[in-house]
């Protein structure tokens, strides 16, 4: 169980130098210091949105959350960046396709891996871990549609000449009737 802070042995009382000018009393607190911090831990929960290639529509774009966790040595002083992007869907995905578009927006999180930290100096200018956050000023577009039907009918032979031949079809009974109609007439034709 972790030993409670009380004033006596709190970390400010830890750190606090007699003489910040003698070096050894000041490397003896530096070590003082990351015992007493010990092995630093970051534990982050995100929810973020990523882009699905194969999903249509509202399968689209998938929700996701992740638990990503960073451990940072007292030894070596590191930092985390951490990107915050938004993105938008220009989506043309359907089975006749006549202009209409559907766009979404949608944030993704990157985590990259630590960095190496230049604050080493201590105790002017010393850190142990940080965490940056920042929001990506491009917003990036992901445009797509898909190989409708117009367009397989067009390049197989034309939109109009397929629908003039799916006219013609579906009048054929028609003018069949027709045509045996005028011939009865003009078989049996009466005096």
Known sequence: MPKLRTPENSATEKCLLDDPEDRTQLDKKLNDTKTYVGEAQLILLSNYEEFDPKGFKDDSIKKHSKIMKRQFSMSKPAFSRNMVRVNELDDETSYINYGQEVSRQFINFNMKPNEIS??????EKYKFFSVHFSLDQDIYKIERSTYDLLDLIGDI???????????KALCLPFQTMRLYALIANRLFLLP
């Open 118 to 123: 230049s604050e080493i100096n201590y105790p």
């Open 157 to 167: 032979g034309g939109v109009f000449e397929f629908f003039s031949f799916a006219l």
